[in-house]
């Protein structure tokens, strides 16, 4: 019989700690730092009253711990944490939240404006017929019921242009009110329905993830690790942007390797790359820009993580995370006035070549 079924329930208030097999027991703040203590986590840079204060009103404990997997650990116990290196990445994570919200928002903004142009320069495309075509099975389709569509949500901001228009939304209505998600489907759409490819394209599920991760408060600086293929397009990215600096190949080749590994080094440098090439506007460039710096400026303005031996990934990520900035920051300023002559920093959608009927007809072949 199951715990919970009618006859074998156990009422909640009898359930004891683990009666669902990971259920923990919940601890007052006292116990949260007990529990750091039992683990490892000194109090010689942050006394224990003021690491209170800061659970009690800045994070929480979940949250926090977060962090903790940045550093090594000899049996249960880690190397070499002081509570104050918690709390000073709890706030570096908050502020580069901050700012991937705002460069990604701009970044949709940018894409809105590119497919827009498109749209304006196709003489083949009434704006209605792209989505007619991509939504095949009327999902976009509002029949003024939200209940009932699991696309629309009601929003007293959104409202009133679903009820207008999205009974037959033209492409400039949908993007309106659908996902960054769902906006990215719809260009990757239109391109191949118009025979065109964009290069930015490559970098839209690294921003989507960013986007959504700093838009739901996510943590980003949790030293996951994993194998990353780079993209093509990435790397001729860097390696321009490199190039155009005057940076060494070793500098290069060491982000390479941390975007190789590093979600986090990977995503973060497909944005920039994605904010460079969409962003046309030179006032966002510039604010975006003095954004960054400041973000930079606050990394290790406390603690010298990158020259950590106890906390390696974060070492590697904060060396990548702070060059791929300031280098960004570097070329908006140089750049001021030539940077949409850039083919691969300001890349626009082209053509795809077709293959003529002899070369087709050899490859059939092969």
């Not at 209605?128 to 696309?151: H, L, M, P, Q, W």
């Not at 321009?240 to 080749?253: I, K, V």
């Amino acid at each position: 019989m199951s715990k919970d079924t009618p006859g074998g329930a156990v009422p909640y208030g009898m359930r004891p700690v683990g009666y669902y097999g990971t259920m923990k027991k919940k601890l007052t703040v006292a116990e949260q730092i007990a529990s750091l203590k039992r683990h490892g986590v000194a109090f010689e840079k942050y006394s224990e009253d003021k690491a209170a204060a800061f659970l009690e009103s800045n994070t929480y404990f979940f949250k926090l711990k977060a962090f903790e997997n940045n550093f090594t650990k000899t049996g249960d116990r880690y190397n070499d944490l002081d509570f104050a290196y918690l709390a000073d990445l709890s706030t570096i994570d908050c502020r580069l939240r901050e700012l991937l919200r705002t460069i990604c928002l701009n970044i949709e903004h940018a894409l809105k404006i590119r497919f827009n142009d498109l749209l304006m320069q196709d003489p083949n495309e009434d704006g209605y017929e792209v989505v007619r075509a991509f939504d095949t099975d009327g999902r976009y389709v509002f029949n003024g019921d939200y209940k009932s569509s699991s696309i629309y949500h009601y929003s007293p901001y959104t409202d009133g242009m679903i009820q207008k228009y999205c009974s037959d939304p033209a492409i400039w209505n949908l993007w309106e009110v659908v996902s960054f998600n769902d906006l990215c489907k719809l260009y990757s759409f239109y391109l191949k329905r118009s025979n065109l490819k964009d290069n930015v394209t490559h970098f839209n599920k690294s921003v989507r993830l960013l986007r959504n991760a700093a838009a739901h408060n996510n943590c980003l600086l949790i030293g996951i690790s994993e194998k990353i293929n780079l993209t093509e397009y990435l790397q001729n990215c860097l390696k321009n942007l490199f190039g155009l600096l005057g940076r060494s190949d070793m500098e290069l080749r060491s982000v390479y390797s941390a975007a190789r590994k590093y979600p986090l080094v990977h995503d973060y440098a497909c944005t920039l790359m994605a904010f460079l090439i969409l962003v046309d506007s030179t006032g966002i460039r510039n604010s975006v820009g003095e954004k960054i710096k400041t973000f930079v400026g606050r990394m290790e303005r406390y603690h010298r993580y990158s020259e950590m031996s106890a906390c390696p990934i974060l070492t590697e990520t904060m060396q990548s995370i702070e060059l791929v900035s300031n280098l960004t920051v570097e070329y908006i300023e140089l750049h001021k006035d030539d940077f949409m002559k850039n083919k691969i920093l300001h890349t626009r959608p082209q053509p795809i070549k077709t293959k003529n009927p002899m070369q087709q007809m050899f490859e059939s072949k092969k």
